[in-house]
């Protein structure tokens, strides 16, 4: 019978096994069917299982142009979850506003997994001032959008998936090894390329590109918070271009799928914008490979952003 187990870290893991806690998947067991909620979870899953047969990896929640943290559980996902999962993996920490549903199961759900419980994120510590406060003021869930985060998100699910597989648990290390091989040198080539913009001042117009400025040591001159894909016309605009000219930074990192009439808004402006990819557009079928590409594709449209920025006007 499956059950519905929180695993957090992997000493959390450990500590369950060695006080002989039931396994949740059998050791004759003939598979293991796990789903991952959002497509950056889902990548750096299959970077931990992609060597291990009899595993099915599927990715639960279809591309999304807003907001990741907006998206509210359909009856037909529960309905895929409750037909076929043996797990799922999660990040938690408020990236999924379903988490609480999914722990509600009980013993007659999937086991469930939240990935970046005890991992340090951006923001963690704040406090929210009141109600009215929205999930941007909180703790930034988005770590997987930092490639040394990925790196520390993979250690735990391969922990997750050792606890939940224990016949392949040697597979499971062995393939987290190789994935955070492949994330380093991404890194470190991300890094030589932006090097020399290191202490550039840039703003930021979606939460989830915080990970990128601290990846690449890049300055926040100013955040203005908007939701993925949000529109902003009128004086809204007007607002924000009265920030960025007070901001000082020449460069702008904004979310790949923002309005067409924005970004032509904010390049009219004089500004040179960066749209990156934020992870949340990919289909299932498309694993960690795409997110390796995805990584690299974004460090050069920051260097891509920089290089028109100095082309055109004097540098901060």
């Given amino acids: ?20 806690c039931q396994r949740l998947v059998e050791p004759e067991a003939a598979s293991i069917s796990v789903y991952a909620t959002f497509w950056p979870i889902y990548a750096l899953t299959d970077a931990v299982m992609q060597d291990v047969p009899d595993a099915d990896l599927r990715l639960l929640v279809q591309p999304q142009d807003g907001c990741l943290r907006d998206y509210q559980l359909s009856d037909w996902d529960a309905a895929l979850l409750s037909a076929g999962a043996d797990a799922v993996i999660m990040g938690g920490r408020g990236l999924e506003s379903f988490e609480s549903l999914l722990f ?5 759900g999937p086991a469930v997994s939240a990935v970046l419980y005890n991992l340090e994120l951006y923001n963690q510590d704040a406090r929210a001032d009141g109600e009215s406060d929205s999930h941007l003021a909180g703790a930034n869930p988005h770590l997987y959008m930092s490639i040394d985060g990925a790196r520390r998100i993979v250690e735990s699910i391969s922990a997750t998936l050792q606890s939940l597989d224990p016949k392949y648990a040697g597979r ?9 091989e492949a994330l380093e040198r991404l890194l470190a080539r991300n890094r030589a390329a932006l090097s020399e913009y290191e202490g550039r001042s840039v703003v930021l117009m979606n939460e989830a590109l915080i990970y990128a400025a601290l990846d690449y040591d890049l300055e926040v001159a100013d955040w203005i918070d908007r939701e993925s894909g949000d529109p902003l016309a009128g004086n809204d605009l007007a607002l924000c271009l009265e920030r960025l000219d007070a901001s000082g930074a020449q460069v702008i990192l904004i979310e790949k799928q923002a309005p067409q009439a924005l970004t032509e808004a904010l390049e009219a402006a004089g500004y040179s914008v960066a749209k990156l990819d934020v992870l949340s ?7 960690f490979a795409a997110y390796i590409d995805l990584q690299s594709s974004n460090a050069q449209a920051i260097q891509s952003a920089f290089e028109r920025a100095d082309g055109g006007k004097d540098t901060n």
């Fill in 172 to 180: 499971y290390v062995e393939s987290a090894k190789g994935a955070d």
């Fill in 281 to 287: 557009t990919r289909r299932e079928g498309d694993g």
């Fill in 1 to 20: 019978m499956r059950r519905n187990v929180a695993i957090f870290t992997l000493f959390f893991l450990i500590v369950a096994a060695l006080s002989g």
């Fill in 104 to 108: 509600a199961w009980g013993e007659s």
